[in-house]
T-cell receptor
Framework: DTGVSQDPRHKITKRGQNVTFRCDPI?????LYWYRQTLGQGPEFLTY????????KSRLLSDRFSAERPKGSFSTLEIQRTEQGDSAMYLC?????????????FGPGTRLLVL | GNSVTQMEGPVTLSEEAFLTINCTYT??????LFWYVQYPGEGLQLLLK?????DKGSNKGFEATYRKETTSFHLEKGSVQVSDSAVYFC??????????FGAGTRLTVKP
């Protein structure tokens, strides 16, 4: 099964450190999304790519956050100078762009804990 | 703005009971509507979807009908099983690709 994969699954870091997460989408999917999910809440959209182009960023994505998808395949999400409020599950999803009803397929997530 | 409101949990049912999880939405235009399920320790999985008014999505015995007049997309199942225990998320997506999720409803089914 070649679903969406994310690495690492868990990350513990100290406040002020930088962290980077990786997402590998389903191979034929041209869209890739990043979400953040905190305890007891649904996922919140952060940003998305179509191929290598970053087309939309949420206001939630502060300037400490940066995402890339250099070759239109895997993506990385970096958080600089982490804060305790960054502790959350970071979810990646991918889809094949096809209009209404386009389905996003989610990875297992990376759980970040900032001490 | 676009938003989804779903029934607060947790919901606890006995096996073979009838399930309803309410979901209402606010959106301009005509969003697509989704139910995702998250089993313990796993990622979100698409359960069912509907793309226009009066469409019924169905999968694994679950159903939901897109009701434009009541802006609702309630999830139902006639007879739940222990294996249905999970967190269920209602979501909407407009053509701007921004998917909005509800807060999730945790379902526990007891034997």
């Amino acid at each position: 099964d070649t679903g969406v994969s994310q690495d690492p699954r868990h990350k513990i870091t100290k406040r002020g450190q930088n962290v980077t997460f990786r997402c590998d989408p389903i191979s034929e999917h041209n869209r890739l999304y990043w979400y953040r999910q905190t305890l007891g809440q649904g996922p919140e959209f952060l940003t998305y790519f179509q191929n290598e182009a970053q087309l939309e960023k949420s206001r939630l994505l502060s300037d400490r956050f940066s995402a890339e998808r250099p070759k239109g395949s895997f993506s990385t999400l970096e958080i600089q100078r982490t804060e305790q409020g960054d502790s959350a599950m970071y979810l990646c999803a991918s889809s094949l762009h096809q209009g209404a009803g386009e389905t996003q397929y989610f990875g297992p997530g990376t759980r970040l804990l900032v001490l | 703005g676009n938003s989804v409101t779903q029934m607060e949990g947790p919901v606890t049912l006995s096996e073979e009971a009838f399930l309803t999880i309410n979901c209402t939405y606010t959106a301009t235009g005509y969003p697509s509507l989704f139910w995702y399920v998250q089993y313990p320790g796993e990622g979100l999985q698409l359960l069912l979807k509907a793309t226009k008014a009066d469409d019924k999505g169905s999968n694994k015995g679950f159903e939901a009908t897109y009701r434009k007049e009541t802006t609702s997309f309630h999830l139902e199942k006639g007879s739940v099983q222990v294996s249905d225990s999970a967190v269920y998320f209602c979501a909407l997506r407009r053509n701007n690709n921004d998917m909005r999720f509800g807060a999730g409803t945790r379902l526990t089914v007891k034997p």
